[in-house]
């Protein structure tokens, strides 16, 4: 479904992600772990072409593209298979809930208004936003705009959910609710990938964990093997440290 090989990215001398090689089932969830400044963020933004990668290649739902040789086409192919949440909801604040949740039905899917309508409303419901389809995001809380967040990217319908860290901008006590979201996302079979620093929620959702530092994959294995038994010292020092705050 994913697979990335030899995967480089400089910003001007600084060698960000140095030669990533991972691959991603379909139906798996994949959580990306690792300190500030370890490449994870960079990583997943590479994927899907918001980042230009510097070498190596990309490939997603048997799109496969070589980073140096890429087309404006190959990307927006390879685009169109992935859905994105970000950090920071990014949504437009001169639209409703309904109407930003909507906007790529119609423009990248290019649905009809009254099917996009339909289709959004059955989405926002999903995620538990009935009630505010006629909401502009400054009405909401910060949970709730990422909630709008994930069933936009429910609502195209892609191949591939993409992650970064979901909960990061949010205030102690509305982590849960979107957590709570993305947890019932994945037992629908979606294929995800995930970076995140909320470690019991990767633990209890995860597939496979992915760590990272340096702008390098340390170690990769099961949730399971990974919080109890990791063969990287590296590794076991961060899982530790954290879960002990």
Do not use: W
């Amino acid at each position: 479904m994913i697979k990335v090989e030899n995967l480089h990215k400089y910003f001007d001398q600084q060698h960000v992600l140095k030669g990533i090689n991972f691959s991603v089932n379909k139906g798996e969830v994949v959580s990306i772990l690792g300190p500030s400044g370890s490449g994870k963020s960079t990583l997943l933004r590479c994927v899907n072409f918001l980042e230009q990668p510097t070498n190596g290649i990309v490939e997603i739902s048997g799109k496969r593209v070589n980073v140096e040789s890429a087309r404006k086409v190959d990307i927006q192919s390879l685009r169109l298979s992935t859905g994105m949440v970000f950090q920071q909801y990014n949504l437009f604040k001169n639209l409703t809930v309904l109407q930003n949740v909507m906007i790529g039905l119609t423009s990248v899917k290019n649905i009809s208004s009254n099917e996009a309508k339909k289709v959004s409303a059955e989405i926002l419901e999903k995620v538990g936003l009935q009630d505010r389809l006629e909401h502009y995001p400054v009405q909401l809380s910060g949970g709730q705009q990422q909630r709008v967040g994930i069933a936009r990217a429910l609502a195209l319908n892609p191949e591939v959910l993409l992650f970064d860290e979901p909960t990061s901008s949010l205030d102690p006590e509305l982590v849960g609710e979107v957590l709570t979201v993305i947890k019932e996302v994945a037992k629908e079979g979606n294929t995800m990938l995930i970076v995140t620093h909320e470690l019991n929620f990767a633990r209890e959702i995860s597939d496979r964990i992915i760590f990272m530092e340096n702008g390098m994959i340390l170690e990769e294995g099961t949730a399971e093997q990974m919080f109890t038994n990791p063969s990287v010292e590296r590794t076991k020092q961060f899982i530790g440290k954290v879960l002990k705050k």
